[in-house]
């Protein structure tokens, strides 16, 4: 079996981004993955500005508080106004132009109006409120970074810089589908010996959560034919197929040799708790191939899975550079005797004392740990657990973008 790093390793080196790119106006680019480096078409802010209302002023002009100084000129944001004659201020609103001849504003609450104009009563520094032109960006500065999933901020630093649209990574197209005769859709009757089909509905959000375009094939019957004509149908126009349930050692498990049938697997076990059976391979198409990703068909196997292997592999594909989820060593608030040969991923959550709980029940099948917990402890094989220790702490908020 390989180890968790091995298995990562090995994934995230066959991921290539899809070569697609997409210009995208900014009403529609956030979320996606940005695909080249984009500069800045103007200084930002373009010329010097007024941080407050107020009055721009010449400091020469101010030899002590309490100077009147007539108001030679009104500039609102949006307006430039002439060269501050000398001995006069200029009524200013934020963010409109500096004028020529000022060299700091001065707050309209330490002003008031005087019987020949204003009163300052105040001495300011050189440059008191005033931003200077370029002092956020400078014209031409690279200011997005490729690889990076675009936020609100970079959108609104795209516009600030003159940007109407950027270069994106095209979505990348996900096939999935379920085997397991014993599964029902939610909402119809439950025979005797039939689950209600969970994963169907949580690698759905998780891929969507993630920005895929996800292509849902429905359950498949367990059989080796029926298999195969999924395998063939998802790998026509999709990037990854994903696939949970069937990927075990069982007669009835079918979804291995079907990889094998339609392409290859290179990569089985895991030395991994939950989440052992998972398959990496590919899928032949006429041309081309499609990943495939195996789960487990565990709930809480299919979906831990997906967290710490599916998704850095999916964001490779997207074109992430970063895929490694921030950790926290946090401090155990529980004991943790009987350690697995294998990495485990306990579900645990935060307290309010600053340490982390577990779940009492780590079961493969405990879905309700994973609605319980707000993140996953990663601990190395055979390691024991004791009150008090340091532990590795991933939230789901690092796990789930």
């Not at 390793?9 to 991921?15: I, Q, S, T």
């Not at 697609?20 to 078409?41: C, F, N």
């Not at 010449?58 to 000129?73: E, H, K, N, W």
């Not at 309700?368 to 657990?385: E, H, M, Q, R, Y």
């Amino acid at each position: 079996m390989l180890t968790f790093e091995q298995a990562l390793e090995k994934l995230l080196a066959a991921a290539l981004p899809v070569e697609e790119v997409r210009s995208l106006p900014l009403t529609a680019a956030a979320g996606r993955v940005l695909a080249a480096a984009q500069q800045s078409t103007v200084a930002v802010p373009p010329l010097d500005n007024s941080a407050m209302d107020g009055y721009a002023v010449r400091i020469a002009d101010l030899s002590a508080p309490g100077v009147c100084l007539p108001v030679s000129q009104r500039i609102p944001a949006g307006t430039v106004g002439t060269t501050l004659q000398p001995g006069t201020a200029a009524r200013i609103f934020t963010g409109a132009p500096v004028p020529a001849g000022a060299d700091a504003v001065v707050i309209q609450e330490l002003c008031e109006h005087g019987e020949n104009g204003v009163v300052i009563n105040h001495l300011p520094r050189l440059g008191e409120n005033i931003r200077r032109a370029g002092e956020d960006i400078a014209r031409g500065a690279d200011i997005l970074t490729p690889g990076s999933k675009l936020r609100p901020q970079d959108i609104a630093l795209a516009a600030s810089a003159g940007l109407p649209e950027l270069p994106v990574y095209r979505r990348v197209r996900v096939g999935v589908f379920f085997t397991g005769d014993e599964l029902v859709q939610p909402g119809d009757p439950l025979p005797p010996g039939a689950i209600y089909n969970s994963n169907r509905y949580a690698l759905r959000a998780l891929l969507e959560g993630l920005g895929c375009e996800v292509r849902d094939l429905g359950t498949v019957p367990d059989n080796l034919a029926s298999t195969r004509e999924a395998l063939r149908k998802a790998a026509a126009d999709n990037d990854l197929i994903v696939t949970s349930g069937g990927v075990s050692v069982g007669e009835e498990d079918h979804v291995k040799p079907a990889v094998e049938a339609e392409g290859r697997i290179d990569m089985w076990k895991l030395a991994i708790k939950p989440g052992k059976p998972l398959a990496f391979g590919e899928v032949r198409r006429p041309g081309g191939k499609a990943w495939f990703i195996g789960l487990p068909g565990n709930p809480v196997s299919a979906i831990v899975t997906f967290l710490i292997m599916v998704r850095p592999f999916v964001l490779r594909l997207q074109g992430v550079s970063d895929v490694t989820p921030r950790s926290f060593n946090l401090r155990a608030d529980f004991a943790w005797l009987r350690p697995d040969v294998r990495a485990e991923f306990l579900r645990a959550r935060m307290n309010d004392r600053g340490g982390v709980e577990l779940y009492p029940n780590q079961g493969a099948g405990i879905l309700t740990s994973l609605c319980w917990g707000d993140g996953l402890v990663f601990n190395k094989p055979g390691l024991a657990i004791n009150q008090g220790d340091s532990v590795c702490f991933v939230p789901y908020a690092e796990l789930l973008s």
